[in-house]
């Protein structure tokens, strides 16, 4: 069992503060959506605890099994077990996706020891099979000139390969027609459960529909500001942000 | 009155050692010698480049004097330092010290088709019409006239490739030059000759011995690829010398009806290299593709120079050079395309793109065009562009350190230049050697 617990969490860009004092506590095999309005503060949340280096993080502390992960590098923090799934995936030209997988998992390998490249492929393949990428992918420069369902399989896919105890998915659903978010989802929900823990950032209600979380929150102004089951997301659904904003008009009133 | 003129250097190279040089030549027919004689002259005549010269424009002229270098003596190569080809069966040559020390003729079947694969001295002997028509044929055109005479009089030996009439050759042929010792000079040549739809694969590889940095070479060498009426040469030419050389590379490259050639050059050592590329496209059909990737680390300086002439309708050529520049390193790009009067539908590109890994690295782009067609496409441009912060977040969001994410980011911008490669063993060797400079 693994704990990721983000306390008092506090992120600027530049001198204008974002995040505001976030606190969860994810454990593994859980599933916790993180509903709110566009410009609350989600996506910073996300990338800021992956260690992007645009956001400077200025209180609270985000520990994996205990052990905070602030003072490490990006590359050290998913070494550690936290992935994140991006909203908008960066175009690698000239990278293939097998050269780049293969950096990926080579990198979690002992000083000295060889990857066993049949094993590899094997296990490649069959994850590729799971989110019905077709094998020809594998030698296309990473997302590039990738339609948005592309990418957004192709984060999944790199989930997949490199099992994270804590995947942190931004706005997943966001660009993806029906289809493509039934394949994706599909391929979540292959990987929930078990080891896996999974903070799912999204805007809209539709994505949890097909991948049906533990537990909802709502962020807004840089922190939760209410929890609750699946049902919350169904209330959102009905009554709109501006629900929770009212709320919390009426309780500092 | 007295007229001051600039001091024609000759460094080294005095008219002693150049009578030396030619004492040791075996086999020298008067027409050579003559010519040899001659770029000596040229050589002796020329001043050395200055500041006010545009083909040497932001170069390091200071890094040029020709002094404290010898012609080496006889050497051997050490056998655990060579690097094979990587292509099994291929002929090959290689040179130490300007002499051939090891020979691997090529496969009794292509030999029997007709091609030739020996050293230049053998030619001069077998094939003597063909290195005299073809041999340094077209002239310095880029600022090293000096340079290039040097090279020309003090050529020992060399490579020379030759591809009979429709014949197609199955496997590359790899030339290797080992300069050994400090203060050697060496002078490498190729010579390919690619008759009416030949089909060849050339590689040169240029290799200090030991590699030590300290132990400062000279290296002025040349190649000339001739593509006859539908031939195809791919030539690829790997500059590994110590980071203590000087090296100068001039091509000629001349492509006639529907000819197609492509060169590949890997910049990778010396302290100060400058390249010089020149092809010509002199009838309709005619292609080249010019293309050449740069690794510069530390102080070196990367001074290429091209011209692109188009002299028949119809022609086309693509330059693309993609220099990575890491520390204090430096390159120079001046390309210029030139479309004659009647080359009309002349199809041109030329691009430079720089990549630079630190702050303190410095790339300079002149690039150009002389179009005296009105019926043409031609397109030129650079870019200077730094490793973009989100890919490289990116790739550690995945657990790649940092190094590993910047080489990686590396072969990305070198991969649209590698893929032109398509011989799988040549395209392997190519990758695995700028790795192997990225981590030293």
Known sequence: MSKLEIKDFRVSIGDKPIVKGFNLTINSGEVHAIMGPNGTGKSTLAKAIAGHPDYAVTGGDVLLDGKSVLAMEPDERARAGLFLAFQYPSEIPGVSIANFLRAA???????????????????????????KIDRKFTSRSVNEGFSGGEKKRCEILQMAMLEPKFALMDETDSGLDIDALRIVADGVNALRGGQLGIMLITHYQRLLDYIVPDFVHVMYDGRLVKSGDKSLALELEAKGYDWVKQELAAASA | MSVSTPTAAVGAFTREVFEAHLARVKHLPAWWRERKRAAYERFASLPMPRRTDEGWRFSQLGGLSLDGYHLPAAADYDRSGHAELGVPGAGTLLFANNRLAMQEPLSGAAARSGIVFDTLQNALVHHEDLVRTHLLAQPNRLGSAKFAALHEAFIEDGAFVYVPAGVEAALPVGVFHYARGAGAAVFPHTLVIAEERAKVTVADFFRSVPADPTSAQLACGGNDLYAGHGAQITYLAIQDWNRATLSFQFNATVARRDARVLSLNLHAGARQARHESFSQLQA????????????????????????????????????????????????????????????????AYQSNRNLMLSDDAEAHSLPGLEIQANDVRCTHGATSARIDREQEFYLESRGIRAAQAQELLVFGFFEEVIGKIEHPQLHDRLTEIIREKFRT
Not at chain 1, 107 to 126: F, I, N, P, Q, V
Not at chain 2, 290 to 296: E, F, G, K, S
Request: net charge negative; aromatic share 6%.
């Open chain 1, 105 to 131: 998992v080579q990198a979690r390998m002992a000083e000295g020891e060889e990857l066993d490249a049949t094993g590899y492929y094997k296990r490649l393949y069959s994850k590729m099979d799971l989110l």
């Open chain 2, 284 to 347: 309709p059909g005619a292609h080249s593709e010019m293309l050449a990737l740069t690794v510069a680390h530390g102080t070196q300086e990367f001074d290429q120079r091209t011209l692109q002439i188009h002299q028949a309708p119809s022609t086309s050529s693509n330059l693309l050079y993609k220099n990575a520049l890491l520390d204090q390193a430096k390159t120079i790009f001046s390309g210029l395309i030139v479309v004659d009067p009647d080359a009309q539908k002349t199809d």
